[in-house]
């Protein structure tokens, strides 16, 4: 199972999006999801390079530089590089804060759709809640 989220740098989950199989591409997905759901150009939007070529749909992108074939990148490449892992990595880990309630992780059995993605809101809600608790 897949799911697209939106976080902010303070690790809080802003949007979960419903389920999708795991063989779907992340760039499908919110391409789909945005068919539904409008997210504001403002808003500066933070990547990671399974969502290459998404900035010829949206405004405000955020990606890593891909590594040329054959070459190295360059020293100011590498650099922003390193400041956009800074922001993702706080990123993965609001996501893997979601994931620890282990229920979410693994292959539900509920018969309808609507559990499922209401399991996953839940565990989103809780993960908020604990950053609020802190």
């Known amino acids: 199972m897949k799911y697209l ?3 902010n740098k303070k690790m809080n989950i802003l949007y979960a999006s ?3 199989p795991g063989k779907m591409h992340d760039k499908t997905i919110f391409e ?3 068919k539904e759901n409008k997210i504001p150009e403002n808003l500066k939007k933070v990547f990671d390079l399974a969502f290459f070529g ?9 990606m890593p530089k891909k590594k040329p074939k054959g070459r190295e990148l360059t020293k100011f490449q590498k650099e922003k590089n390193k400041k956009i892992s800074r922001i993702r990595v706080k990123i ?3 996501f893997a804060g979601v994931k620890r309630l282990r229920v979410v992780c693994y292959p539900s059995r509920a018969k309808r759709d609507i559990f499922v993605n209401l399991i996953f809101m839940l565990a989103c809600g809780i993960w908020n809640f604990y950053l609020w608790a802190r």
């Open 5 to 7: 989220c939106v976080a």
């Open 54 to 62: 998404i900035d010829t749909h949206c405004k405000n992108v955020i």
């Open 18 to 20: 419903k389920h999708y």
């Open 92 to 94: 993965e880990n609001a």
């Open 32 to 34: 789909e999801e945005s």
